[in-house]
């Protein structure tokens, strides 16, 4: 900018020399050369590290050689406009003090100006007189502008740099979430895999590499010849029921366990989690996790066939106890003997139930379970089961009824239904308070056959009413109540239900009774 203002002042002083070149012989040319030169020369010596200072005294020197211009009377008047070079200049490096500066430059301009308009007549005293007016204000408003222009400009700046700042910290930022999170995800002592929302497997860390469980891309790949098994009854679980396919359509579940196997390979047992990930609230894929406990369910086995085998070791003796002790009451013995015969009684059959359903539970946990399905009223297994079980009942005054209804069929095997049915009514009559009632009735639900037992015991909470089908779980209330079990009754009704293709239930409410439930398809 100053090297075009050196030039327009050049060709002015070029053009007073052409016209009267006496103009010379006055001071104010040879100032106004000076005073540009010099600016000039500062400003172009200095233009790659200008300092403050200069940016000051550059602006300023050409404001006075411009005054001194001005000041030769045959400049023209117009000459003055070039001074908003030098105002803005000022306005921008020196914001208030160059507007202190312009402004009194421009009471000099003025003052010069001034002095000329008495010189004047018509139209150049008109034109003198507006310049007076116009030139100063011209100048301050031009570098209270460029001025304030400037501070706008530089609070832009900055709210860039801070926001560019902010970017940076918060790039930096994800940048060791990411790092954090590679790491947790290799080394973490759980299988993972990452699922786009398509379902593809993007990732696995170390620990899931190698595992039998996933291979391939894809969930079809990754499932490929896999079959995934129940626990416990090792039967196939439906396709759309594997973890796999479950985590890829966005499911969240907890602690699904089961057994992996691939032909050829050994199964492998596997807990699943699975958690979808969402970003303002669009499923953008999930992570799953795998965990191999494999050696867990072998220990478990282990202990199953060891407790079968302990099991049935002890049901020959108990047979051949129980056997003696209903031939030893048969027999006249003295009252007291005969009491303590059947307390001794009662204890070998509670401990060959327990010996019965110690077996039961090795049977179904090898998958040994075999039925003798056939055609079967359901309401008549009810009626004999309320037969078998209401002397219990009235022993505790419990009121223990059967709605009345037509008979309903299933195909299922008479003795494990008769013992689901026992089982459950017994429960009833167990932990429902005394004088209390327990009501049971056959019903039609569709295609199913349902078998429902109310009673209206102390109940229990809804946490452990979800637990009372695993394997020796006993509620707190249940533990309470001074009521002897194993936790291994609803375990093994629900084996059962599930070999027949049907369901249970049992839900619950503290202080207001319980209602388990299971349904079996109607024969057809």
Known sequence: MQAILAIMVAMVLVVLTLVDADSWHAPWLWIATVGMGLATVLALATRKAVGPTLRFIVPT????????????????????????????????TARTRGIALVGAASAVLLAVMAMRIADSSGVTLTANA???????????????????????????????????????AIAKQSQADAN?????????????????????????????????????????????????????????????????????????????ICWIHRPGLEPVAATISSRPLLLDGDFRGSITSVDDVTN???????????????????????????????????????????????????????????????????EMSRGDVHLATRRLDLRALAVEAVATLEHRADRRGVALTLADGPAIEVDADERR????????????????????????????????????????????????????????????????????????????????IDQHGGSIDFASEVGRGSTATFSLPLAV
Request: proline share 4%; hydrophobic share 50%.
């Open 61 to 92: 020197l050409d404001l006075i050689a411009l005054a001194a211009l001005i000041a030769d009377p045959q400049a023209p008047r117009i000459v003055a406009i070039l001074a908003v070079m030098p105002a803005f200049w000022l306005g921008v």
């Open 130 to 168: 507006v310049g007076v007016v116009l030139v100063p204000i011209a100048l301050v408003a031009t570098a209270w502008f460029a001025s304030n222009y400037t501070r706008t400009i530089e609070r832009q700046q900055l709210a860039i740099l801070h926001r560019e700042r902010e970017k940076l």
């Open 180 to 256: 954090l999170l590679d790491a947790i995800f290799e080394t973490a002592r759980v299988g993972l895999a990452l699922l786009d929302p398509e379902g593809r497997v993007v990732r696995v860390n170390s620990t899931l590499a190698d595992h039998p469980g996933l291979a391939g891309t894809t969930v079809a790949e990754a499932l490929g010849d896999l079959r995934f098994l129940e626990l416990e009854s090792r039967r196939p679980i439906p396709e759309a029921e594997t973890p796999f396919v479950r985590a890829a359509s966005g499911e969240a579940f907890d602690n699904v």
């Open 296 to 362: 867990y369910m072998r220990m478990v086995e282990d202990r199953d066939d060891f407790v079968a085998l302990v099991s049935h070791e002890l049901r020959t003796p108990l047979t051949s106890i129980t056997g003696f002790l209903e031939l030893a009451l048969d027999e006249e013995v003295p009252a007291s003997l005969r009491g303590w015969l059947q307390i001794v009684q009662r204890n070998a059959d509670r401990l060959r139930a327990l010996v019965e359903d110690l077996l039961i539970v090795g």
């Open 417 to 496: 239904i008769t013992q689901v049915i026992e089982n459950l009514i017994s429960n009833g009559i167990k932990y429902t308070r005394d004088a209390g009632s327990v009501h049971v009735r056959v019903e039609v639900d569709g295609a199913d056959a349902r078998l429902v037992v109310v009673d209206d015991g102390a109940g229990v909470m809804p946490t452990e009413a979800a637990r009372v089908f695993e394997r020796f779980y006993r509620s707190s209330s249940a533990r309470a109540s001074g009521v002897q079990g194993a936790g291994l009754g609803l375990w093994i009704c629900r084996m059962i």
